[in-house]
């Protein structure tokens, strides 16, 4: 799996629609065959910061997203809203995804 964490600090006046202004992205990208997740967090330190959280299949479905019309129309939809250069992880593990934590569970 390639497993990938981009931090984004968006510009002030637009982090309050970050979420808004990359939906037609994220929704595009969770339909990739091969994208096993997309997923947005915001920062509860930093109200501007939100890191993505991506897994893809394996490297070839990573290059199909990169090479997709709505990766390039995402970044050219992001480049006005972000302050700084996004920062990120790009990994390729063993993993197929999500698995449980082995240390902690609920309490019946």
Known sequence: MIFIAVKFTARPEHADTWLKKTAAFTEATRAEEGN???DW???????NQFVLLEGFRDGDAGAVH????HFK???EAMAPLIAST????NADIPNEGWGAMGELAPQD
Request: proline residues 10%; without cysteine.
């Open 86 to 89: 996004p920062e990120i992880i």
């Open 41 to 47: 967090s915001r920062s509860v330190d930093n109200p």
């Open 66 to 69: 990169v090479a997709s019309d």
């Open 73 to 75: 129309a995402g970044l």
């Open 36 to 38: 096993l997740f997309f």
